[in-house]
């Protein structure tokens, strides 16, 4: 027979001179200060991403000379709304806005658009040679831009597409990182369920249209978010397509203005938190999605 342990032993070892609610309090004590620690670190990080961001704002509501003053005066004496005024006088900022607005939004619908349609294919249809072509696709991640820059220019001129947005859309609507990012989401979703729909007789269009979209929207937001601040911030395109003022994206515009007004450095950072407010207003409209769409795409490969 088994002998009985001692009623009188402890149920687990305790450090001599402890009870078990003492340890179970310094237990609870550690994890309390890893935590706090935790949250420390991370506010620290996140105030020292915010200080530019603090700085553009606080830069652009002061005069000239106060803009690089040492040590630096965060809060401006007086606050000049003028400046945020001021600045649509001096340059068609309207247009420029415009211009970025029409075809930030349109390459991100047709990004995702394509994007999550190729994804379908290449995650939940079966056919000859799908992996091979999937990796050979995303393979051209890894060619760099300055490589296929000049083909691409004279494709567009021969086609009589430079100076037209159509330059812009057609070269970007298409993108191997949103295909990427889209079947590795469609693959945590399980395959019975589309096999279940096609048993019923829903057509592969019904399946993608029905099924995956709806299913899908934390990572459709991901990639119109990223889509979307890609395509703002892009400078080096419209640099290259665009030759008129009246097509200018606001990314083209501020470098114009910066070098014709070197020296206004208030009205600078004004137009630089002017051109950087869509892009906040629109992650913090989508972080939620963007969030949980970024934290469960691969979980599946």
Same mark, same amino acid.
């Given at each position: 027979m088994t002998a009985m342990p001692d009623a009188a032993s402890p149920a687990s070892p305790v450090a001599p001179g402890k009870t078990p609610a003492t340890a179970v309090r310094a237990r609870r004590d550690r994890h309390l200060i890893r935590k706090a620690a935790t949250y420390i670190v991370m506010t620290v990080a996140a105030l020292l991403v915010l200080v530019p961001f603090a700085w553009m704002i606080s830069s652009s509501l002061k005069r000239n000379n106060e803009v690089f003053t040492v040590p630096i005066q965060w809060i401006p004496d007086e606050f000049r709304w003028s400046n945020f005024v001021e600045i649509w006088d001096r340059i068609p900022m309207v247009t420029y806005l415009r211009n970025s607005a029409f075809l930030a939004i349109t390459i991100t619908f047709l990004q995702v658009l394509t994007g999550s349609f190729a994804a379908y294919g290449f995650s939940k249809v079966r056919f000859p040679g799908r992996d091979a072509l999937f990796v050979a696709y995303i393979a051209t991640i890894a060619v760099p831009w300055q490589a296929y820059m000049v083909p691409q220019y004279i494709m567009m001129q021969e086609a009589g597409l430079t100076n037209t947005f159509w330059s812009i859309i057609l070269l970007q609507a298409f993108g191997a #990182?949103? /295909? #990427?990012?889209?079947?590795?989401?469609?693959?945590?979703?399980?395959?019975?369920? /589309?096999?279940?729909?096609?048993?019923?007789?829903?057509?592969?269009?019904?399946?993608?249209?029905?099924?995956?979209?709806?299913?899908?929207?934390?990572?459709?937001?991901?990639?119109?978010?990223?889509? #979307? /601040?890609?395509?703002?911030?892009?400078?080096?395109?419209? #640099?290259i397509y665009l030759t008129s003022n009246e097509l200018w994206t606001v990314q083209l515009g501020l470098r114009s203005f910066i070098g014709q007004y070197s020296a206004d450095y208030a009205m600078i950072m004004t137009g630089a938190v002017i051109s950087v407010l869509p892009i906040v207003v629109i992650f913090l409209l989508g972080q939620r999605y963007f969030i949980r769409g970024i934290a469960t795409t691969g979980l599946k490969g």
């Open positions: #990182f949103g /295909v #990427f990012l889209m079947r590795q989401y469609y693959m945590s979703i399980p395959d019975e369920l /589309v096999e279940a729909a096609r048993i019923d007789g829903l057509s592969e269009y019904s399946i993608y249209l029905r099924i995956m979209l709806p299913l899908s929207k934390p990572a459709l937001a991901s990639l119109a978010l990223l889509t #979307f /601040v890609n395509t703002w911030n892009d400078y080096m395109g419209p #640099f």
